[in-house]
């Protein structure tokens, strides 16, 4: 990994005879002494605390594994006797199931810090749309997984999301049989998304080692979003950021363990704990939390393909983000209009959020007696304006916006204009 | 090449070509095996059908059975409801079909509007809709709020067409087979 010169130097001959042939410690060491921007604030540990998120995932996942049956008779069955009857199996479980809801809940963070800091622009375009893509992958592995332990909710989420591809036009339903290994989702399909869901996880770890190359060959972006010009403006990564990452993932912890031994199901959905029943529908469908803006954008539309496209558009749209905010200024602190946007932008992913579980015909906000806005007509407000914050706002902001004073550097938005060359040195 | 012939590059270029043909037929030759597997193996296509006794299901009354992973809507419909199904106007419909379109000829050769035979299935993302409900009085998929009429047919919300009707014969007066 590039990006700046290596200080390792190897002490014994061994190591020395090591170097020599695979420098592997030396690229740790040079992880680990990696300058870092001196101004990074806690949005910037959440890559930190997504590392850990997908470690957890792996270690738990594979070990439920060990006593998962990938059978529809057996699945079901399985998953209960792993919560009651395999020692510890009900941490496990847990722990792996609250597990993808606070990786969501990280991954969110990280991409709203992107967001919000400019994280995206140049040179940053590739270490963005890498991000972009764990975030397709995540979801597509969230997605299979949920399928595994073959509730209501399992088995018709995995219907309602394969009938997707139903409604690509003529191949359609020829693609949904391919993918579903049948004419419903059965045996098949469970044993197949089995598979990839063991899969894909580390399709993501292979990706975020090419998120981190990237990160480290471009430099990290920081909150003021000024590119680091001295040796002053940035720190050690070990052990200025190591010790910060540490504390935010103590936090972050405390947040997991409560819902792990606390809330357990709090973040599932009931019906999930009735057997898959190819003959009954769940009253009202809901996709995991994580899901649930998508869901409203996908129900914005009265048309089928153009609600998936929609859908699909509300995930393309960040890709290409790096070539629609045109703006010359990174971080939000230094546009005064933008950051407005930026704010309603989150409400309205809230909002969305909140349609998304609603049943559309509902009221959402009730104006007098019997009438109000439904969560249809919400949802499509919501909608209109996540797609015209990035098409519209962002691109007119660009050409129009003024930005405020930025300071000279990282080392005077930090310390100020005062000469104390001591300051520049870490507190002892 | 020997030193007294002139260089013929014409012989590589078809050496490469022909490599790289032979190739691409190899990889093609293994691709598809491995994406074929994926498809509808031949025990699922052997699923076949199933036969339904028609005479057991009273009127208003519906029954569901599973053929092929999916539920099949049988329902032995009022006197109100075939009315219903036959008044409308094919103009008002997403999906133009009239109800005796929608139902296959008995042993004698006529239709019977009473007995109506689909797959449950709504055509939007796949959920099954629930019977003598929605603004139809039909069915209504609770997922997506799609309303279908007594006939099957989408009258209102996002699924693109009616309810499908299964390929399904009768095999005597009473029964029908369905597959």
Known sequence: ?428 | MSDNQPEDGSKRDFIFLATGAAAAAGVAAIGWPLVAQMGKAADTLAAGSIEIDLSKIAEGQQLKMLWRGKPVFVRHRTAEEIAKAEAVELADLKDPATDAERLVPGTSGEVDPKFLVMVGVCTHFGCVPVGEAGDYEGWYCPCHGSHYDTSGRIRKGPAPTNMAIPPYSFVNETTIKVG
């Open chain 1, 1 to 428: 990994m590039s990006g700046h010169p290596s200080t390792y130097e190897p002490k014994y001959a061994a190591s020395k005879w090591l170097d020599q042939r695979l420098p592997i410690v030396r690229m740790g060491a040079d992880f680990m002494t990696f300058p870092s921007p001196r101004n990074l604030n806690y949005w910037y540990t959440f890559g930190g605390i997504l590392a850990l998120c997908l470690v957890v995932q792996i270690i738990s996942g594979v070990i439920l594994a060990m006593h998962y049956v990938a059978d529809v008779d057996g699945a079901f069955a399985s998953v209960q006797r792993i919560r009651r009857d395999v020692p510890f199996g009900w941490l496990l479980q847990s722990m792996h199931a609250v597990g993808a809801s606070m990786f969501f809940l990280a991954v969110y963070m990280h991409m709203f810090r992107g967001l919000y800091y400019g994280s995206y622009k140049a040179p940053r375009e590739v270490l963005w749309i890498i991000g972009c893509l764990i975030y397709l992958v995540m979801m597509a592995t969230a997605f299979l997984g949920y399928t595994l332990p073959w509730g209501q909710m399992s088995f018709w989420g995995a219907t309602v999301i394969t009938g997707f591809f139903g409604a690509v036009p003529v191949v359609g339903e020829a693609l949904q049989q391919w993918l579903l290994g049948g004419y419903a989702v059965d045996n098949a399909t469970l044993t197949r998304f089995f598979a990839l869901h063991y899969l894909l996880p580390f399709v993501i770890a292979a990706l975020v080692g090419l998120h981190v190359w990237a990160l480290h060959h471009v430099g990290q972006n920081n909150p003021i979003g000024i590119t680091e010009k001295t040796k002053s403006d940035t720190l050690s990564f070990h052990p200025f950021y190591t010790v910060k990452d540490a504390f935010a993932i103590a936090v972050f912890l405390f947040i997991f363990a409560f819902f792990l031994f606390y809330l357990p199901d709090a973040l599932g959905h009931a019906d999930n704990y009735i057997e898959a029943d190819a003959m009954k529908t769940p009253a009202h469908i809901v996709p995991e939390w994580y899901f649930l803006p998508f869901y409203a954008i996908l129900r914005a539309v009265p048309s089928k393909l153009f609600g998936i496209l929609l859908m699909l558009g509300a995930i393309v749209v960040l890709f290409v983000l790096p070539w629609l905010d045109t703006h010359k200024v990174r971080s939000m602190r230094f546009r005064p209009v933008a950051r407005w946007f930026f704010l309603i932008f989150i409400v309205m992913c809230f909002i969305l959020g909140w349609c998304g579980a609603g049943v559309p015909d509902d009221i959402a906000i009730p104006l007098g007696k019997d009438a109000g806005i439904t969560f249809y007509r919400l949802g499509q407000a919501a909608t209109l304006y996540y797609f015209a914050y990035f098409l519209v706002i962002l691109p007119v902001l660009g050409l129009i916006e003024k930005p405020v004073k930025r300071p000279d550097s990282i080392t005077k938005a930090v310390l100020g204009d005062q000469k104390r060359g001591a300051g520049l040195l870490p507190a002892e």
